[in-house]
């Protein structure tokens, strides 16, 4: 079965610009979570969708969002970047009740 | 939100060696989770405990559960320079629920 793959791997973007991330889940895993990983606040949770729905979200601004697809395929999306939001946004994709996470390998996101 | 705290948060060894690290809090978890994370991937389950006093082994490495679920420790034998990486603990709770992690034990096993 295959795993988590996110697009793109890396990105560089200036102040300002926007920028949409994506996101194929699991085959079957209708839950996808995004998180923001930095050094210095670590892996941060920034929200879940579960059957297109946001189910939880973190405490981040509303420049964050997300959506998620019919197929469970999701994209978060930051508007108005800004410096501080270069980090590894990863997402993950669960299911079950013990809330497993299954991690893709990321996007490195690089704003000059 | 339950807040972890983990220890220690870098740790530096030679290969061979034993080490522990160590995932608290305050408060009472129904289950707690391990990942493991390599640089530029992201974190890999390793295990779920979810009973109080649980001990699960995973090879080389010894996962424990604490009696009264509030704490987990995770032992490494004879540390190898393959089980560099960080490693993060998070509480696993019920699908409704939030996952939040430990800042991690950042670890660096050296040949």
């Known amino acids: 079965k295959a795993g988590v793959t996110q697009t793109p791997r890396y990105l560089i973007k200036t102040r300002g610009q926007q920028v949409t991330l994506s996101c194929s889940p699991i085959?079957?895993?209708?839950?996808v979570s995004w998180y923001q990983q930095t050094p210095g606040q670590g892996l941060q949770f920034l929200f879940e969708?579960?059957?297109?729905?946001?189910?939880n979200k973190g405490n981040f601004p509303g420049r964050f969002s997300g959506r998620q697809f019919s197929n469970s395929r999701s994209e978060m999306n930051v508007s108005t970047l800004e410096l501080g939001d270069s980090a590894l946004y990863l997402c993950?994709?669960?299911?079950?009740?013990?809330?497993?996470?299954?991690f893709g390998p990321g996007t490195r996101l690089t704003v000059l | 939100t339950q807040l972890l705290e983990q220890s220690p948060q870098f740790l530096s060894i030679q290969e061979g060696e034993n080490l522990t690290v160590y995932c608290n809090s305050s408060?009472?978890?129904?289950?707690l989770q391990w990942y493991r994370q390599e640089p530029g991937e992201g974190p890999v389950l390793l295990v779920t405990?979810?009973?109080?006093?649980e001990v699960k082994k995973l090879k080389r490495l010894t996962f424990q559960f604490g009696d009264a679920r509030k704490d987990s420790s995770l032992h490494i034998t004879a540390a190898q320079p393959g089980d560099t990486g960080l490693y993060l603990c998070?509480?696993?709770?019920?699908?409704?629920?939030?996952?939040?992690f430990g800042k991690g034990t950042k670890l660096t096993v050296n040949p």
């Open positions: 993950a994709s669960s299911i079950g009740t013990l809330n497993e996470q299954f």
């Open positions: 405990v979810v009973t109080g006093g």
């Open positions: 085959s079957g895993h209708r839950s």
């Open positions: 408060s009472v978890f129904s289950s």
């Open positions: 998070a509480p696993g709770q019920g699908g409704s629920e939030k996952l939040v």
């Open positions: 969708y579960f059957s297109e729905t946001q189910r």
